[in-house]
């Protein structure tokens, strides 16, 4: 998906809401696990109820690893699923901030981007900086794709390094000037916490126009229009992240119903940021 | 494995070794591409013609990933094989390079290390640290396992961020003494590239007595040699990785046989280092 595409599907949509499954198996309800994929089948109600109100889903790897060869199949039929059912509908985010040598992350990025080889197709991958260009730059020779490379994270451990200064700069600082020489705005975007959307100022002075993947509003305290107040561009330049508020709104029967409730807000409060 | 039956292995076997096991389908030799799963069974040969030399094997993720479902399955199967055919003999490393906020963190420890959850019950997991604490934290939960922080790496765009330097300290020598106060020389290593030798003595100062995975000699250049006379210590500390070298050695039906020699001499090589 182009960017440009990617921006008309916001605005049609009035979202830019991405919903996050981070669908954990002791969460999925009772009546699912009676049949043969319940993650699979979780995803697909979660999706055929909110696909509408959403601009992209991030399925989140370990959420599959953790039950293995079962767990790979159940994320490759959701990525087939959203595919298949909802072409060109869905900007897709494989959530899996991977990073390594140039030789290997070559490999990473076939995994993801290639359904001839791995039976995947999405359009973004998350990747961590750490190990600098050449574990990104093979993400970026796929047409098309997308990375998404950690910036200013949402959770408590960023202070650890992330705020590392050197030359009058923070490390995060540092990651977003620099990757600019790999990619472009047309293929590069960067996450940025919601949790701490007071710092969104200044980065929106070192990448004024490169869309955002906000995760941690919700569950991990973020507030959408603090988000919007520092983050917005008048192409939107954001996509923010409700995982567990939205999937998990219900544990009974109703999950996908209560879901498309939760959804329905977000969108709803997002309409309303689009629309001044 | 602790710590104390590593350093038994490495001395009993009279070898640091680590096997990498970039497993490319596409480098699998023909006679085993008729076989219902080429890699496990190029992995099963490998390991059986060097399971007494090596006194590790690292597979590595994105080899296995790139070839989706398929993929998962001959991981799941190569290191259930280890495991059981060479119990306690050698200590098993997932090179997954994987990290994210503690929640997710957690799934990624049950896919490492809970063969219950996984299928797969690795001794250790490379970790990268750009998340901070609570990214790597709950793979040190785990009684037993370990983790192996990314340091100071192989490749060329270690250049990038590793050496972004402020307070008179590089990130890399931050990330080294930060993650001191995680765990201790017990469940914690680190990955210095080989490529990088000349600067153990400085690694050295920081974590005299920690384990270091040393990827990067042969294919990437490194030196054994440099390797050993900057960063050994009384209790060896270090785990020196070749992947290509040893499982490429040749591309034909002897290809075991080869993989074998090339374990030989760097073996070999290795008990000198030891002896003196």
């Known amino acids: 998906m182009t960017r440009t595409e990617l921006i008309k599907l916001i605005f049609r949509k009035r979202s830019f809401l991405c919903i996050g499954l981070d669908t954990d198996l002791s969460k999925v309800p009772q009546h699912l696990l009676e049949l043969d994929d319940p993650v699979f089948e979780f995803n697909k109600a979660i999706i055929d109820a ?52 140039g030789n290997t992350s070559q490999q990473y990025a076939r995994a993801m981007f290639e359904a001839s080889s ?32 950690l910036a200013l994270t949402s959770n408590k451990g960023a202070g650890d390094f992330q705020f590392f200064s050197g030359n009058g700069q923070h490390l995060f600082e540092q990651v977003l000037s620099k990757s600019q020489q790999w990619g472009s705005n047309e293929n590069m975007m960067y996450v940025v916490g919601a949790t701490q959307a007071e710092m969104l100022t200044d980065i929106r002075k070192i990448v004024p126009d490169h869309f955002l993947l906000v995760p941690g509003v919700g ?52 309409s309303g940021i689009l629309g001044r």
């Open 50 to 101: 909110t696909h509408d109100l959403a601009v992209a889903y991030k399925p989140n790897f370990a959420f599959y690893e953790c039950n293995g060869v079962k767990g790979w199949q159940s994320l490759t039929r959701t990525i087939q699923y959203i595919n298949t059912a909802y072409p060109g509908e869905l900007f897709t985010i494989a959530d899996a901030k991977r990073g390594d040598i």
């Open 219 to 270: 569950a991990q305290g973020g507030s959408l229009s603090d988000v919007a107040r520092y983050g917005l561009t008048s192409e939107c330049g954001l996509i923010v992240n409700s995982s567990r508020n939205i999937i998990y709104a219900s544990g009974g029967a109703d999950f996908a119903i209560k879901a498309r409730e939760e959804a329905i807000k977000m969108q709803q409060e997002m």
């Open 118 to 149: 791995s039976g995947m197709d999405f359009n973004a991958v998350t990747v961590a900086p750490y190990m600098g260009e050449d574990s990104v730059k093979p993400f970026l020779s796929c047409p098309g794709k997308w990375i998404i490379v």
